[in-house]
């Protein structure tokens, strides 16, 4: 900051007067923030002192926004996921985001799952889905050969987009808005991480989030039915490079609701019912060290996805708690 | 703007938005109220407001964005949908250091908005998509 003028630091007993004069005298909106000042304990009140009340304000919402967080992924995933719900409808009305971030290593599903929620917005009636990647796949997802081959007109519903590049990218959101005859449904971007491989700075990252998030929040006032954003990225490893582990930060200001996926031990696969052909643990974690819940997803041959929750203790037998009408 | 605020900053700009009126004037214990948050950047935001620094950049595609004349001459562009602005600050006090929540120009995009100080411009689609890329900030990132 170029300026040193002191920060305007009043006494906390200063603080609470000013506050609860605000209360009473300008409006009742004014009364949870002169209560959580109220509770503010002498070390948050030093942050407080030091790094004005944004921060302070940020440390008391990081508590209750983790519990809020660890519900949000999944709900936002079972939102893409399940036909005629329509993508981030509740979320336009709120004004929240609608974005979420699926991470994982190679081979834990995350293409998988954007290709199930890309079937699924298609088969909506609703606007186009934008598939970006960086490259055409190598080879198609479990599941979704056959979910694709029943229904082949919701294969030209799905848009294909392969920017070789950063900068292409950039370009191609950029302009998204000037030839959108009809506002997609749903913006996938498969493999954030490779683009930004090209980057170590905080700015091109944000540059790219924001873009993203922008761009789907124009389409959503477009459509007036939403349109949701989805973006996968390789998870961070053990031993991260502090560039990338910046990257991941500056992401989730932009893309807040994030889910981890997990490829399932293969002895946990085989208690799930035959015909699935693959399960994916989607492990949903709203920052380190809070608690997290796991959920086991699993797709059969024809594309149908099961979701169900994995409860903390019996996590060595998710099958207890699969669908019920599975047989045998 | 549908950007998600602390709750506080949104309170203030409600409370702004809803005082102002004809008089653009924003009252004393709001002045107070930003200054207690933002410390010397309030200061600079309501300067920027005063000099009617920010522009909202529209086209017939219907995106929006916001241009803002910084003191020094330069023009930064501030996302209408989530915080993002295209200054050296942003990048530094906000996303590496993350001690500060906006910068200067997004406070003042905001407060513009909620005193009704926005200037306003109509480009074609294909300048808003120039905007939107920031070509010429590339360097900078
Ligand atoms: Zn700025």
Known sequence: ?328 | MTATLPTVLEEILGEIAATCGEASEVPDELLLALKFIFGPSAIQALDLVDRRSVTRVSSPSGRTIYQVLGSSGKVYVCFASCHYCSCPAFAFSVLRKSDSLLCKHLLATYLSLATGLCQDLSVSNEQLSGLLLAEEDQEQA
């Open chain 1, 1 to 328: 900051m170029e300026d040193t003028a002191p920060h305007y630091t009043p006494s906390l007993e200063k603080s609470r007067g000013i506050i609860a004069h605000w209360g009473a005298g300008l409006d009742k909106r004014w009364a949870p923030l002169a209560s959580s000042l109220s509770e503010l304990s002498l070390s948050q009140w030093n942050v407080f002192k030091r790094e004005g009340l944004a921060q302070s304000n940020a440390l008391i919402g990081r508590v209750s926004s983790a519990e809020r967080g660890l519900r949000a992924g999944m709900e936002a995933l079972q939102q893409l996921l399940s036909p005629g719900a329509g993508v981030g409808r509740e979320g336009c009305a709120t004004g929240e985001g609608t974005g979420l971030l699926l991470l994982g290593e190679p081979g834990s599903g995350k293409t998988a799952l954007l290709f199930a929620a890309a079937l699924v917005a298609a088969g909506e009636g609703r606007g186009p889905v934008l598939f970006v990647a960086r490259r055409a796949l190598q080879s198609l997802p479990p599941g979704w050969k056959a979910g694709a081959a029943r229904d082949p007109l919701k294969l030209q519903k799905i848009h294909f987009l392969y920017p070789p590049s950063l900068r292409e990218l950039l370009q191609l959101l950029s302009s998204m808005h000037e030839r959108a005859a009809q506002p997609p449904s749903l913006l996938l971007l498969d493999g954030i991480d490779e683009y930004l491989a090209e980057t170590s700075g905080a700015q091109a990252c944000a540059h790219l989030a924001a873009l993203l998030v922008d761009t789907a929040a124009h389409f959503s006032g477009c459509s007036g039915s939403g349109c949701g954003l989805l973006v996968t990225m390789r998870g961070p490893a053990e031993a991260e490079p502090e560039a990338a582990s910046l990257q991941l930060t500056v992401l989730q200001r932009y893309l807040p609701t994030c889910l981890w996926l997990e490829l399932e031990p293969p002895d946990l696969a085989a208690a799930w019912p035959q015909d699935s052909e693959q399960c994916f643990r989607a492990r949903l974690s709203s920052g380190p060290g809070f608690p997290k819940q796991e959920w086991s997803l699993s797709f059969g041959h024809d594309g149908e996805m099961a979701i169900s929750q994995v409860s903390c203790q019996a996590s060595q037998h998710p099958s207890q708690k699969a669908e019920p009408s599975s047989p045998s």
